[in-house]
C-alpha cells in the first residue's frame, strides 16, 4: 500500500502520445487506486533558484537509494494510477514535513494574489482608513508554517521576533506581550518589584500627560500612584521640559511619557530631569516604531519602553506588544509579572535552565520546592500567541518600507497645507528628531470660520476616516473624573486639542494617489469656507 512520502516509477506518455517514458514521482496523497503526485527532476541547475523546488538528498531517505541530489517540483501534480507504480523509495518524515509545508507555501501564494490584493482606488467611493493592515503572502506564509508546528503557546517564533525587535531598536532585552496596553502595566508594575533597590510604592508621584491615551495613564492609577499632569505643545503635542521640572517634588519618583502620535518627546532635557532627582522614566513608543531622537531610535532611551502591534500601529501581529529595557533586573521583573508571577525564568518548553529547580529556598516554602511554581511577583498571564509572533516577524522585514511610507506621506501634506496655516496648526517634529508619524494631526486655530465638526463631516462623506487623540483630555473622562491627582499650571493646550483637533492617516497603505486625493479634499474644504 502506497503512502505520502513514498517515491515511485511510473511510465508516463509523451506530449505527442506516442512514446512512454518513465518517471520518478512522489506521492503526496493516496485515494483508493489514485494517488497524487508530485515530479521529481534531476535538473538541480534549471529548477534550483524556483520557489516551487525543494532539493533532496540521498541522506533523506528512510528507504531506498538515490544516485544524486534532486528537486521535488512542487508545481508539476498529477493524479496517477497506483497500479503503474512501483515503490522504488521512500522519504523520511523532516523532508516529508518540509515537502508539504512547501506546498502550503505554494498555495497561500495563489491564495494571497488571488483573493487579497487590493482593489483599484476610486476617489470618493474607496473608503481611505486612517491606519490598517498592510501585508502580503509572507505573513500569511508565516502564520500557517507557525500554526503546523502547533507550538500555539509563545515558543520559537517569539523568540525570533524579540531577537529582530532588541536588534532593531538596539536595547539588550525585548520581553513579548498581548498587547501595548499590557505592555505599559508590565513596565509600570515591573518598577514596584522587590527585587529592586528603590521600588515604586501607592502614594508616589508619576508624572505625565493627560493628552493621549487611557492605557499610559491606567496603571499609575491601578498601581495606586498619583499621577501629575502637565500640559502639551500645540505644535508637537509633547511637554516641554520646564514643565516637566516644574511638576517635581519630593514625592515624585517617576516620568511616564508617550511619543505623541510618532513625535518624540524632548528627551534629552527629559533624561537630565530623571538623572538630576533620580526618577524612572518609561517610553510609551507604542505610536512611535522607528523615530529617532539625537540619531537614535525611541524605545532605547527609558529605564523601561513599551511597544504595541495592534493592527493601527507601525507593524502588526494582530494583537500584540512588548517591553523594552537594558536592565537585567527590571526584564526579570516584567517576565515574572508576565508569566503569572512566577521566579522561574524558563522559556516555554524548558525545564532546570537555573541548574537548581529542586534547590531554591524562598518565602516560607520547604526548600527543594520546584521552582516553576515559586512567585515573587503577583503577577498576570499576558503571553501572546507564537502565531502572532510569526506575523510579526515577516513585518518586520518590511518596517524600513512602512517608516519611509510615513514619512513620505506627512510630507506631502505638510508641504501642500502650508498656505493654510492661518486655520490649521499642524504637528511639527520636535527639535533633534525624525518622527515616524503616526498621524497627520492637525488643530483648528481660534479665528477659523469653521468648527472641527464641519471639517470632519466633510471628509467623512468624502470617504475618509479621521481620529481624534485618542482620550482627549483624559481627565474629562468618565473613568479618570474622580482620581486622586495633580494639575501643574494648566491644561489649556490639551482642553483646545480635545476640542479642535483631528488626524487623517499617514500609513503605507495610503499611497501617493490616496494622499492626493486626501490633500485635494481638504484643499477644497478650506477654499470654500
Given at each position: 500500500m502506497l503512502k505520502p512520502g513514498d517515491i515511485v516509477l511510473v511510465d508516463f506518455p509523451f506530449s505527442n502520445l506516442k512514446k512512454i517514458k518513465r518517471r520518478t514521482v512522489l506521492v503526496l496523497d493516496v485515494s483508493e487506486q489514485d494517488i497524487l503526485t508530485s515530479?521529481?527532476?534531476?535538473?538541480?541547475?534549471k529548477y534550483i533558484n524556483r520557489e516551487t523546488s525543494v532539493r533532496i538528498e540521498p541522506e533523506d531517505l528512510s528507504f531506498g537509494r538515490m544516485k544524486s541530489s534532486s528537486l521535488v517540483r512542487l508545481e508539476?501534480?498529477?493524479?496517477i494510477d497506483s497500479r503503474f507504480c512501483k515503490r522504488v523509495a521512500a522519504l523520511?518524515?523532516?523532508?516529508?514535513?518540509?515537502?508539504?509545508?512547501?506546498?502550503?507555501?505554494?498555495?497561500?501564494?495563489?491564495?494571497?494574489?488571488?483573493?487579497?490584493?487590493?482593489?483599484?482606488?476610486?476617489?470618493?467611493q474607496t473608503r481611505i482608513p486612517y491606519?490598517?493592515?498592510?501585508?502580503?503572502?509572507?505573513?500569511?506564509?508565516?502564520?500557517?508554517?507557525?500554526?503546523?508546528?502547533?507550538?500555539?503557546?509563545?515558543g520559537p517564533w517569539g523568540e525570533r521576533f524579540e531577537s529582530a525587535l532588541t536588534e532593531y531598536i538596539r536595547v539588550k532585552y525585548t520581553v513579548l506581550t498581548n498587547s501595548g496596553s499590557s505592555a505599559n502595566l508590565l513596565a509600570f508594575a515591573a518598577l514596584f518589584s522587590p527585587n529592586l533597590e528603590r521600588p515604586l510604592q501607592a502614594g508616589d508621584e508619576v508624572i505625565t500627560t493627560a493628552a493621549g491615551f487611557p492605557t499610559t495613564l491606567s496603571p499609575i492609577v491601578q498601581y495606586g500612584c498619583i499621577p501629575v499632569f502637565v500640559d502639551v505643545e500645540l505644535e508637537t503635542l509633547v511637554p516641554k521640559p520646564d514643565w516637566i521640572a516644574d511638576a517635581v517634588t519630593e514625592k515624585t519618583r517617576a516620568v511616564f511619557l508617550a511619543h505623541t502620535l510618532g513625535n518624540p518627546n524632548y528627551i534629552n532635557e527629559i533624561q537630565e530631569i530623571c538623572k538630576l532627582y533620580n526618577l524612572y522614566f518609561i517610553e510609551d513608543n507604542c505610536?512611535?516604531?522607528?523615530?529617532?531622537?539625537?540619531?537614535?531610535?525611541?524605545?532605547?532611551?527609558?529605564?523601561?519602553?513599551?511597544?504595541s502591534f495592534y493592527p493601527a500601529h507601525h507593524i502588526t501581529m494582530g494583537e500584540g506588544g512588548a517591553v523594552l529595557t537594558n536592565d537585567p533586573l527590571l526584564r526579570r521583573a516584567v517576565l515574572s509579572l508576565r508569566d503569572w508571577g512566577r521566579d522561574c525564568w524558563c522559556?516555554?518548553?524548558?525545564?532546570?535552565?537555573?541548574?537548581?529547580?529542586?534547590?531554591?529556598?524562598?518565602?516560607?516554602?520547604?526548600?527543594?520546592?520546584?521552582?516553576?511554581?515559586?512567585?515573587?511577583?503577583?503577577?498576570?498571564?499576558?503571553k501572546p500567541l507564537d502565531l502572532q509572533a510569526a506575523i510579526g516577524l515577516a513585518q518586520m522585514e518590511k518596517l524600513p518600507q512602512f517608516i519611509s511610507a510615513r514619512r513620505q506621506n506627512y510630507k506631502r501634506y505638510a508641504e501642500a497645507l502650508i498656505p493654510y496655516q492661518d486655520y490649521l496648526i499642524?504637528?511639527?517634529?520636535?527639535?533633534?528628531?525624525?518622527?515616524?508619524?503616526?498621524?497627520?494631526?492637525?488643530?483648528?486655530?481660534?479665528?477659523?470660520?469653521?468648527?472641527?465638526?464641519d471639517f470632519v463631516t466633510y471628509l467623512e462623506e468624502n470617504k475618509i476616516q479621521t481620529r481624534m487623540l485618542f482620550g482627549g483630555n483624559l481627565l474629562?473622562?468618565?473613568?479618570?473624573?474622580?482620581?486622586?491627582?495633580?494639575?501643574?499650571?494648566?491644561?489649556?493646550?490639551?482642553?483646545?486639542?480635545?476640542?479642535?483637533?483631528?488626524?487623517?492617516?499617514?500609513?503605507?497603505?495610503?499611497?501617493?494617489?490616496?494622499?492626493?486625493y486626501i490633500i485635494q479634499c481638504i484643499k477644497k474644504f478650506l477654499e470654500k469656507v
Open positions: 515530479y521529481i527532476t534531476t535538473k538541480i541547475s508539476k501534480i498529477n493524479y523520511n518524515k523532516n523532508k516529508l514535513d518540509e515537502i508539504l509545508r512547501g506546498y502550503s507555501k505554494y498555495f497561500t501564494r495563489k491564495h494571497y494574489n488571488n483573493i487579497h490584493k487590493k482593489e483599484r482606488f476610486i476617489p470618493g491606519a490598517g493592515r498592510v501585508y502580503d503572502e509572507k505573513e500569511l506564509i508565516n502564520l500557517i508554517d507557525s500554526s503546523l508546528d502547533f507550538w500555539l503557546t509563545l505610536d512611535a516604531l522607528g523615530s529617532k531622537y539625537d540619531g537614535k531610535l525611541t524605545g532605547s532611551f527609558g529605564h523601561l519602553a513599551t511597544q522559556p516555554s518548553g524548558s525545564d532546570n535552565t537555573c541548574g537548581k529547580r529542586f534547590g531554591w529556598k524562598l518565602g516560607d516554602l520547604p526548600y527543594g520546592y520546584d521552582h516553576k511554581y515559586i512567585y515573587s511577583h503577583i503577577g498576570y498571564n499576558l499642524f504637528q511639527r517634529p520636535t527639535p533633534n528628531s525624525d518622527p515616524s508619524w503616526f498621524l497627520f494631526f492637525m488643530t483648528i486655530q481660534n479665528n477659523a470660520p469653521f468648527t472641527r465638526k474629562r473622562q468618565p473613568a479618570y473624573q474622580h482620581i486622586p491627582h495633580r494639575v501643574v499650571g494648566d491644561l489649556k493646550n490639551t482642553d483646545k486639542i480635545m476640542r479642535d483637533g483631528f488626524g487623517v492617516g499617514v500609513y503605507p497603505g495610503i499611497t501617493e494617489e490616496i494622499a492626493g
